[in-house]
């Protein structure tokens, strides 16, 4: 569905998202390939319309979390290679080679199950081994006790029948963070990870063709993680203290319109519960933009937003479907115009801060009814709208 409303949008921008892959390739350098993170519709930012730009410009890998957002790839003319990192259930081992598309492999259950499925129709599924260094989630356990376990269930994957082991990778759970248990806890993380793949490698005679671990905070922070290929997600989009340091730029432009203005007295109760109480004489903009668009109702009477005049504070409860933002200075702010949720002149890092989280929960909130217009060399190429119709 094409949309032609100008209310409430977010800009994408393909020259920000082709800065901020030039800036990390040319950081990891020419031999260490790039897997571009693109799950959760690419952060919000559109994973068809982002694993294209990714595609035209000679990324190596894609990774997504289950089937359905790898088979959206496949169906939009996506070509390149793509992982599954999550788990993708055994009836659907033949849609997977069907599609060339790589699975991760976290378990011996899994690997027995992906091996039996690959054997019937005679075929090699592609997989990509996990190993659970410290992050606790997927993967083959290998700290510690379960170092011997861990590396014999996983030369026993590599060398199931039907199952063709390109790759083996782990994921850091605090390269991100700078405190020196963080940095002891990732050298850890990534010590074992080697140790493990020499272990592994040595049993099987053979060299994995691609190790990998670095996300945004390790793409950053610890070269020494780059290995044979990176895997940033939020980094490419521009977000994040380290994506500022690196110049990368934001990619996502959060805008909407004022829709009503209105003039109280003082002593006027402001949305849902009278929160906010205006003290003086009040000049009030309403925006059509709420919760249901993904403006965490936790900003509520704590943010400031951004007019053609500076920065105007976000006062009461922020509602379903509307704001109210303060705009009694701001005299040329009028019916229509734009206002800057976050972007490249209010940034989303110090909005995800007030939240109490992550620039990456705020992108992925960014809802359906929420147009997409995306710009390449500043004009727009595609608008799209996921409602239906
Ligand atoms: C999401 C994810 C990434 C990307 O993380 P960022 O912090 O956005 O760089 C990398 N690897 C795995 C396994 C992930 O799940």
């Known amino acids: 569905m094409k949309s032609t409303l100008r209310r409430t949008w977010a800009e994408i921008d393909f020259d920000a998202l082709k800065h901020n892959y030039r800036q990390l390739r040319s950081r990891v350098g020419e ?24 595609q035209e410009l000679g990324a190596d890998y894609l990774a997504v ?25 055994r009836e ?15 378990c011996m259950a899994k690997a027995v199950e992906y091996s039996e499925e690959a054997c019937e129709l005679g075929k090699n599924l592609r997989i990509h081994i996990k190993v659970d260094t410290g992050m606790s989630r997927l993967g083959y356990l290998c700290d510690g006790n379960y170092f011997g376990t861990g590396v014999d269930g996983i030369v026993e994957a590599c060398q199931m029948p039907g199952l063709e082991a390109e790759g083996i990778f782990t994921h850091f759970s605090m390269s991100d963070e700078d405190k020196a248990e963080c940095v002891e806890y990732t050298e850890h993380q990534l010590k074992l990870f080697k ?9 099987l005679r053979h060299k994995f063709a691609i190790c990998h671990c670095a996300n945004t905070g390790a793409v950053a922070n610890y070269p020494e993680t780059w290995m044979d290929m990176v895997r940033p997600g939020l980094l490419l989009y521009g977000y994040g203290e380290y994506a500022e340091k690196l110049g990368l730029k934001p990619v996502m432009t959060m805008k909407t319109t004022v829709s009503t203005i209105k003039t109280y007295p003082a002593g006027t109760k402001i949305s849902y519960g009278g929160i906010y109480e205006t003290d003086k004489t009040t000049r009030v903009a309403v925006l059509p933009y709420g919760y249901a ?44 115009s734009e206002i800057e949720i976050f972007g490249p002149n209010n940034s989303i890092n110090r909005i995800a801060e007030l939240a109490g989280t992550i620039p990456y929960e705020l992108t992925c909130a960014v809802s359906k009814r929420v147009p997409r217009i995306y710009f390449d060399n500043g004009i727009i190429v595609e608008k799209e709208l996921m409602l239906r119709g």
């Open 31 to 54: 031999d260490v390939k790039f897997l571009g993170v693109v799950k959760a519709d690419a952060y919000g930012h559109g994973s068809v319309q982002v694993s294209r730009v990714l």
């Open 65 to 89: 979390s289950s089937l359905d957002e790898a088979m959206e790839l496949r169906a939009n003319g996506i070509t390149m290679p793509v992982m599954i990192l999550g788990h993708t259930p």
């Open 92 to 106: 659907e081992v033949g849609k997977l080679i069907e599609n060339n598309i790589t699975q991760t492999v976290t």
């Open 195 to 203: 140790d493990v793949i020499s272990a592994v490698e040595e049993k």
């Open 293 to 336: 668009d993904g403006f965490l109702r936790c900003l509520s009477n704590k943010v400031e937003l951004m007019t053609a005049e500076g920065h105007a504070r976000q006062i009461g409860k922020i509602c379903m479907d509307m704001c109210m933002v303060d705009i009694t200075d701001k005299m040329s702010v009028e019916v229509g």
